[in-house]
Structure formats: structure tokens, C-alpha cells
């Protein structure tokens, strides 16, 4: 799937969730707290796809997340790459292909959404108020790049950064700053598996079973029969899924916040006989 896609799975898994926990779990939430785990969930479906990196020295290529910070992220890109590729040669057996491009390995599989999902609780459990605005500003980014990638993609990567230090300046200032860090982690790990999720109907697949090794394989790429396989970009990305995802946000958003809404419009008219 593309970048407007997997940011907007992001967002709607986010909200279900968060309104499946209230009605169901008791756990409530504020209106700014769902909204910073929304952009950070959103953000976290668009991690994945870090590993494709450009040509830094020209400024060129990379996935349209890369070029969220300009050639500052489209250089981590190129870090994430080699890196999942020397993974991925390192943990390859004797059945699995040479390749010479880390794109859709390591940070396509479950233990890396464990680990960034830990890794982000674990920062912010270290360094507090400092590191969620650093996780927040950085996810933020993401999240404009990939919901509003025209708009995005016009205003060029200043605006978005600046932007993005904005949303982490307001979440700093208005965010309780003892509590919520679990959630971080939570969201970010969460948007990487809805990511890998939407990856896997595309053609080509995701290594998702690794690193379990079958028939002398431990990246087997696995999705659903390329028949069946939505076309990246297609009409059905495009249209059908958007349209769903967006709908499944609209509907969470109204379940988790109308019925309060309601409430005080209630207490008002009881107050003012
Ligand atoms: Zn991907």
C-alpha cells in the first residue's frame, strides 16, 4: 500500500482501539491523548517503510516517509537499509536469495514492532517529558507526510518539520507529563504491525513468520495469492480501503466522544432551569 493508506490504517486501528477500550475495558481517555496516540499509531504505519532509502548525497528517491525531515531522515533511510540488509544476510539460510537491497525485511517482521514498541516505552520511561516530545515530534512528522501527503508534498519538508515541532510543542504543554508512556509504545508498535498487515495483501508479501526457520528458509515472504493481491495504488487501495479506513475513524471518533458531548449539553440544559 502506499503512504496515504498505511498512515490512515494507522490512524483507524488507533481509534477503534481506543474506543473498543472504553466501551469495554472502562479506560478513558482525553480527547488530546487520543489524538497523540492516533498521530503517533499513524506515524508508527508508516515506520516500516524507512528501509527504503534514495540517493542521499543528490537528494533523490526513498520512500515518501524518508524525505518527511528532508535529506536528515532520507539519510536514517540508508542507515535502516544496510542495516536490515546485514540482518538479513546475516540470518539467511541456504534457501532464501541473495539480495542486495533491505527493503520489506527486518523491519517488516513482528520482533521489530516488539522492539520499537519496547524501545519507545523504554526511552520515554528513561528520559520522560524530553523523550515523548522527541517521539511525538518525530511521529507527527510521519503521520503529515503520510495523511496529508499533497498538502505534504507542496509545502515541502520545512513546513512539515516545523509543523511537527508545533504538535510536539502543544502535546508538551498540555499532556499530563506522568503518565501515558506505555501508550506510546503501545501505538507506535501497533501502527508497525497494521503496516506489515497491509503490506501482506499486497503482491509480494512480508516476511512475518521470520525468524522462524521452515524448509531451510527464514525470510519466506508470505501474503495472500497474487490473484487476490490488492494493486498498489489501485482502485481498491485507493477508494474501497481509504474509504473503509476513514469511515472506521469517523464512526470511533463519534462513539468515543459524542455520548460525553452529549452528557454536558444535558448537565447544561439541567443547570440553566
Ligand atoms: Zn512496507
Redesign the pocket.
Known amino acids: 500500500?502506499m503512504g496515504p493508506s498505511?498512515a490512515l490504517s494507522g490512524a483507524a486501528a488507533w481509534l477503534a482501539g481506543s474506543w473498543a477500550l472504553a466501551q469495554f475495558a472502562g479506560v478513558s481517555q482525553s480527547p488530546l491523548e487520543v489524538a497523540v496516540g492516533t498521530a503517533v499509531c499513524a506515524g508508527g504505519a508508516l515506520l516500516?517503510?524507512l528501509?527504503m532509502s534514495g540517493k542521499v548525497t543528490r537528494n533523490q528517491g526513498g520512500a515518501t516517509v524518508a524525505r518527511t525531515f528532508g535529506v536528515a531522515s532520507l539519510f536514517v533511510a540508508e542507515v535502516v537499509e544496510k542495516f536490515s540488509l546485514g540482518v538479513y544476510t546475516a540470518t539467511k539460510l541456504s534457501r532464501d536469495p541473495r539480495r542486495d537491497n533491505g527493503?520489506?525485511t527486518f523491519?517488516?517482521t513482528l520482533p521489530f514492532c516488539a522492539l520499537i514498541g519496547w524501545g519507545t516505552t523504554a526511552l520515554a520511561t528513561a528520559y520522560g517529558k524530553w523523550a515523548v516530545v522527541g517521539i511525538v515530534f518525530f511521529m507527527a512528522g510521519l503521520a503529515l507526510r503520510g495523511l496529508f501527503d499533497e498538502w505534504a508534498e507542496r509545502a515541502g519538508w520545512v513546513i512539515v518539520t516545523l509543523a511537527s515541532a508545533f504538535i510536539a510543542w502543544f502535546t508538551a504543554a498540555n499532556l499530563p507529563g506522568d503518565r501515558g508512556y506505555p501508550l506510546l509504545g503501545l501505538a507506535v508498535a501497533i501502527g508497525c504491525v497494521v503496516?506489515?498487515l497491509?503490506?501482506m495483501i499486497t503482491k509480494n508479501g512480508?516476511p512475518i513468520l521470520w525468524p522462524i526457520p521452515i524448509n531451510r528458509r527464514m525470510w519466506r515472504m508470505v501474503g495472500i495469492p497474487n490473484s487476490m493481491a490488492v494493486k498498489v495504488g489501485g482502485k481498491v487501495e485507493v477508494v474501497v480501503l481509504r474509504t473503509a479506513f476513514t469511515i472506521i475513524s469517523l464512526l470511533s471518533i463519534a462513539g468515543l466522544f459524542v455520548p460525553g458531548v452529549l452528557e454536558r449539553l444535558n448537565l447544561d440544559v439541567w443547570a440553566s432551569r
Do not use: N
Open positions: 500500500m498505511h516500516p517503510d528501509d527493503h520489506r523491519t517488516h503496516h506489515i497491509g503490506d512480508v
